[in-house]
């Protein structure tokens, strides 16, 4: 496995020591393509995870957000044998890891038409929104309310 020099990176940015973290641990995974499954991005803080599950009941499934991952669980039901000329529908277990970004939420599911929908959601903290920020004059004494302040 290579090595990455995040230096130079880290020299104009700030809390993203986790970055290197976060890069290893999606070069370890698995990458075998099962289900298969798309990333949409549905508004400017929401997001859908699309991925084919057919074959799958909702009771086969799990889905758990446990910090700042959303693991995905399939495991199929035994069924009684079956012989089949050709089987197309993989139904074999499966687990799907997803690292989320911070303040990224899981706000629902759904299993329609053999795809199971999965909706999330970027809220930020009220003291994590972009706030203007008063620049005092000279003439202005520490803490005390500029005058373009009073005019406002």
């Known amino acids: 496995m290579a090595t990455f020099d ?18 290893a641990h999606a ?15 549905s508004g400017p803080d929401d997001f859908r995870i699309v991925m084919a ?8 499934l799990e889905i758990v957000q446990a910090e700042s991952r959303l693991i995905i669980k399939g495991q199929a039901k035994k069924e009684e044998a079956k012989t089949f000329l050709y089987r197309g529908l993989a139904a074999r277990p499966f687990v799907r890891e997803f690292d989320l970004a911070t ?12 795809l199971l ?5 970027r809220e930020l ?11 005092a004059g000279k003439d202005d004494a ?3 309310v500029s005058r373009l302040q009073r005019a406002a």
Not at 106 to 112: C, I, K, P
Not at 117 to 121: A, E, Y
């Open 6 to 23: 995040f230096t130079p990176m880290f020299r104009s940015s700030i809390g993203f020591d986790q970055l290197p973290d976060l890069l």
């Open 27 to 41: 070069a370890e995974r698995e990458a075998n393509g099962y289900p298969p499954y798309n990333i949409e991005k």
């Open 53 to 60: 599950v057919a074959g799958f009941a909702r009771d086969d």
């Open 103 to 114: 303040y990224v939420e899981v706000t629902g599911a759904a299993l329609e038409n053999g």
């Open 117 to 121: 929908i999965i909706s999330l959601k």
């Open 125 to 135: 903290p009220e003291a994590m929104k972009p706030r203007s920020i008063p620049i």
């Open 142 to 144: 520490p803490g005390a």
